[in-house]
């Protein structure tokens, strides 16, 4: 299969990356710049090498378009993140929502049947995580896409898959509010100091988890335009500082800082009804590999 993989170089995409190339997929990347070394450090050197590059902005609709070409389906995580989206709205929103929207007329220009993208748990706010009332632009221009996707269906009969992962953790991320628990990791592998970032529970869902649902999303053919949460396990820094104290007993990681924008208590809802094959890596299990990458570089 040949797969457009917008955002490629970053976390997600470096995961994403990893499990297709080992199931032979012919990966495109669409991005910013070209940048392998997340990919390089995740999937391998060989898996980096061999993903095809094309340099564009995802606001640009007709290289987007002429980058799909040719696909077979299109995995879409090019965006922002909450404090980007914050500091320029404007920006933010062209980036995450027609860049969205672009990936969407890629797909009908090239008869592409599948969109797979990603919203975030981002679209709840923080008095409900049952009813999406974002109080951030992030998570309201998330929220868009999933309207438009579901008109796309509506309009045109193209499907997508959607999902809304909350905290997502593990080797390589490293940037962001909800960095917190990966950099929690690093520092206490490298005897480093670190304050955590957010305070209050969250869902902290394990990288490889995600990267195994595009995957699924990939394979199995499910017409609608359909939207899943990806939780995890409910954690607080407290928690995650715990089980960093069983695998090093002197690290000095201190709990505090801002509360998440969004709400503790989400459900995951139908997820493995439609993709039964989506794995659950416990969160003592993903805090010991991801402390074990720091320390050792082992996956
Ligand atoms: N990491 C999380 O916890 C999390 C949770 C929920 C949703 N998401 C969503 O998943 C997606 C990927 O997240 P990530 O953690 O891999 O982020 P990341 O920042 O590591 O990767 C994003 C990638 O998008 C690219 N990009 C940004 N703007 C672009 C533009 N204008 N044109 C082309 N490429 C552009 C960046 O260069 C980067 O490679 C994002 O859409 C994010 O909103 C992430």
Redesign the pocket.
């Known amino acids: 299969m040949q797969v457009l993989l917008?955002?490629?170089?970053?976390?997600?995409?470096a995961w994403i990356c990893r499990r297709l190339s080992q199931r032979g997929d012919r990966i495109r990347i669409?991005?910013?710049?070209e940048?392998r070394n997340?990919i390089a450090a995740i999937a391998g050197a060989p898996a980096a090498a061999a993903c095809e590059w094309v340099i564009?902005?995802?606001?640009d609709a007709e290289a987007v378009a002429t980058a799909a070409s040719g696909c077979d389906a299109i995995i879409?995580?090019?965006?922002?993140?909450t404090w980007a989206c914050q500091e320029n709205p404007a920006r933010g929103a062209a980036?995450?929502l027609i860049?969205t929207l672009n990936v969407f007329e890629a797909a009908l220009r090239h008869g592409i049947g599948k969109v797979i993208y990603?919203?975030?748990?981002?679209v709840y706010g923080p008095q409900s995580g049952a009813l999406p009332v974002p109080v951030s632009h992030?998570g309201a221009f998330?929220l868009a896409c999933e309207g438009s996707a579901r008109a796309y269906f509506a309009d045109h009969g193209l499907s997508s898959i959607g999902?809304?992962?909350?905290?997502?953790?593990g080797p390589g991320?490293e940037?962001?509010l909800?960095a917190g628990p990966t950099l929690a990791c690093r520092a206490a592998a490298h005897g480093e100091t670190y304050d955590f970032p957010y305070e209050g529970a969250a869902g902290l869902v394990y990288v490889d988890d995600v990267a195994a649902a595009y995957e699924s999303a990939l394979r199995h053919d499910a017409p609608g335009a359909h939207v899943f949460n990806m939780i995890g396990e409910q954690a607080t820094p407290e928690n995650v500082i715990a089980l960093l104290r069983e695998l090093a007993p002197d690290c000095d990681i201190r709990p505090g800082g801002a509360p998440m924008p969004s709400a503790p208590e989400i459900a995951e809802g139908p997820l493995r009804e439609v993709l039964p094959d989506v794995p659950f890596t416990p969160l003592r299990e993903g805090i010991a590999r991801t402390f074990s990458f720091y320390r050792d570089g082992t996956l």
């Open positions: 917008t955002g490629g170089a970053g976390f997600l995409g669409f991005d910013r710049a940048n997340i564009g902005d995802i606001t879409h995580l090019a965006g922002v993140l980036i995450n860049g990603t919203s975030s748990a981002g992030y998330k999902f809304r992962p909350y905290v997502v953790y991320r940037s962001g909800s």
